[in-house]
């Protein structure tokens, strides 16, 4: 059973080869996801604002 699975699955592939390599171009349907930049932390003077 094991080879007859394999010879089916290598002829599925070999014959969807051509349709996967001339797909179409999702890049321009899906934007890429870009992030805004960490806002700055507030500057504190001495030990003031740190937490222990």
């Known amino acids: 059973m094991k080879p007859a699975l394999t010879a089916i699955a290598l002829a599925v592939s070999l014959f969807a ?29 001495g030990t003031g604002g740190i937490d222990k």
Not at 27 to 37: F, G
Request: charged share 5%.
């Open 17 to 45: 080869a051509p349709a996967v390599a001339f797909s179409i171009d999702t890049n321009s349907l899906i934007p890429t996801l870009t992030y805004p930049e960490p806002a700055p932390q507030p500057v504190t003077q």
